[in-house]
């Protein structure tokens, strides 16, 4: 089955650190998206890439760093310097015509930081 | 920029009531219109979504909304809801540039 692949589902970091979250794609879409969601805040776009070595500060970048080397991976790094990481993170991919340009998201991943 | 606000943030509903969700976007352009929903301990998956075409649409499990251009409104409707429709539902705007700017999500709880 076609789908997006996040990993892993829970992360923990310590102050200081950079992790890297992983996004793999097998629907052949173009553009993939990182988006964070906390509660009462929806999603909030962090970067966002549509097509292969280009990507865009989306919202909330600061703090976040992405590459797009792949058509199917986008993982998203979180350094050090992003003052407030616990949250849920999400990425998806943008179908075309036929989905009306719509998602397709993972099931996330928890970062926590201890 | 484009906005989008969801009036609703807790819906409480017995089964069987009528469901109406609203969702209001600033964008002066074209647009696309999703919900998507979050069933608890699942991922965001899409709901049904206005392209183009007849303003009224239809997505899975019964769900409807209605495009009002004018009103700058993509209202979600259901005339029944059931217990399983528990689930946070969000409401999305899609311009050209391709970002999608979400709503801030309404938590809808349905008492058996």
């Known amino acids: 089955d076609g789908g997006i692949t996040q990993s892993p589902k829970y992360l923990f970091r310590k102050e200081g650190q950079n992790v890297t979250l992983s996004c793999e794609q097998n629907?052949?879409?173009?553009?993939m998206y990182w988006y964070r969601q906390d509660p009462g805040q929806g999603l909030r776009l962090i970067y966002y890439?549509?097509?292969?070595?280009?990507?865009q500060k989306g919202d909330i970048a600061e703090g976040y760093s992405v590459s797009r080397e792949k058509k199917e991976s986008f993982p998203l790094t979180v350094t050090s310097a992003q003052k407030n990481p616990t949250a849920f993170y999400l990425c998806?991919?943008?179908?075309?015509?036929?989905?009306?340009?719509?998602?397709?998201f993972g099931s996330g991943t928890r970062l926590t930081v201890v | 920029a484009q906005s989008v606000s969801q009036h609703n943030h807790h819906v409480i509903l017995s089964e069987a009531a009528s469901l109406e969700l609203g969702c209001n976007y600033s964008?002066?352009?074209?647009?696309?219109l999703f919900w998507y929903v979050q069933y608890p301990g699942q991922h965001l998956q899409l709901l049904l979504k206005?392209?183009?075409?007849?303003?009224l649409v239809k997505g899975i499990k019964g769900f409807e909304a209605e495009f009002i251009k004018s009103k700058f409104s993509f209202n979600l409707r259901k005339p029944s809801v059931q217990w399983s429709d528990t689930a946070e539902y969000f409401c999305?705007?899609?311009?050209?540039?391709?970002?999608?700017?979400f709503g801030d999500g309404t938590t809808l709880t349905v008492k058996p």
């Open positions: 998806a991919s943008r179908g075309g015509r036929d989905l009306g340009y719509g998602y397709t």
């Open positions: 629907l052949n879409h173009d553009a």
């Open positions: 890439s549509q097509i292969v070595n280009d990507f």
């Open positions: 964008y002066g352009g074209t647009v696309n």
């Open positions: 206005y392209f183009s075409g007849d303003p």
């Open positions: 999305a705007v899609n311009t050209n540039a391709g970002k999608s700017t």
